[in-house]
């Protein structure tokens, strides 16, 4: 069973791997991508600029959501950025283009003049990204929904197979979308949601689809996904699975593994005060060191270091199309 088990595991993870390139969360990750996903933002706005200045289209795109979220407004230079990624081609970019006719910055008056206005950006975003989704590609499928924001899309989408699409699903759905006469089924149907975005590689979906099987007291499937989200580098999921493994508490009856618990926490700091993990993680560093030996907090160290060159930077996953 124990080997059943880890190549259960094993293959969840490949198929993430394998699908993580195609969610928007994961596709041209770079280092300033991923310290955008950690919410350093100042710290992410100086490396974008030097890949959106070498020609990083994702880069490019960032570094205007990081500016426009740094300045809460959209400013001249985030909408420089967001235009160079949009004439090569990004919709994300087109779309909050599009957007900007809601920015801050209207109220304030001061909104940058643009190549083209709010609504044509919105047409070519449509234009180029409707015969894609016509042909039933599942990403064009999700961005006719941010587009047109009509739910059929976004059903296109998720019955299709897209992790992202899936997970708005069940979200809606959860807050009374959608109509089910009979009791039971839009938990059912959320569940069900959860299930297929997490077997996607999507790890909000694994979080909220781990606290239904823990409701249920499915502790089995529980640890199985726990581990599979703390693979994917999702902060939170990566601070449960610590916690648990080190029996700080003992809530899903892992083996303990005091060692690991405490690597993965020491990983946990460098988010800094990004929500209070830092000093969470140190609190409960200081929590297990008192149940450890030096030797097993220096191979800490060690596991740690093994721990982030061989899984994907820590995140927090924030939505690509930021508000």
Not at 47 to 61: D, I, M
Not at 193 to 219: C, F, Q, R, T
Not at 297 to 307: C, G, N, P, R
């Amino acid at each position: 069973m124990l080997l059943i088990r880890h190549l259960v595991l094993a293959l969840t993870i490949a198929t993430y791997a394998a699908t993580s390139l195609a969610t928007p969360q994961a596709s041209g990750r770079t280092l300033g991508v991923s310290l955008y996903n950690q919410l350093k933002i100042s710290s992410a706005i100086s490396e974008l600029e030097k890949e959106a200045q070498s020609g990083n289209v994702e880069s490019q795109y960032y570094l205007g959501e990081a500016l426009r979220k740094h300045n809460r407004y959209m400013t001249s230079e985030a909408q420089h950025w967001y235009e160079a990624a949009a004439n090569n081609g990004n919709i994300y970019a087109m779309i909050q283009l599009g957007r900007s006719s809601h920015d801050l910055c209207q109220q304030m008056k001061n909104c940058p003049s643009s190549e083209k206005s709010p609504a044509e950006w919105v047409e070519k975003a449509k234009d180029l990204t409707f015969p894609k989704a016509n042909e039933g590609d599942p990403e064009s499928l999700y961005l006719m929904y941010e587009v047109t924001l009509d739910r059929e899309w976004l059903e296109k989408s998720a019955r299709a197979g897209y992790p992202l699409a899936q997970y708005w699903m069940a979200v809606g759905e959860r807050q009374g979308r959608g109509y089910f006469f009979i009791p039971g089924k839009r938990e059912a149907s959320v569940r069900n949601w959860l299930k297929l975005s997490s077997e996607g590689g999507y790890p909000k979906a694994m979080n909220d689809h781990l606290e239904i099987l823990y409701e249920e007291g499915n502790m089995e499937s529980v640890r199985h996904w726990l581990e599979v989200a703390a693979e994917t580098g999702d902060q939170e999921a990566v601070s449960n699975y610590g916690a648990y493994i080190s029996h700080t508490p003992d809530k899903v009856g892992y083996p303990l593994d005091i060692v690991k618990g405490y690597a993965l926490f020491s990983l946990l700091k460098e988010l800094d005060g990004n929500g209070g993990v830092r000093e969470y993680a140190e609190q409960k560093i200081e929590k297990i060191a008192k149940k450890m030996t030096p030797d097993q907090i220096e191979k800490s160290k060690t596991v740690a270091k093994e721990w982030k060159d061989s899984h994907p930077p820590l995140s927090f996953f924030p939505d690509k199309l930021g508000n």
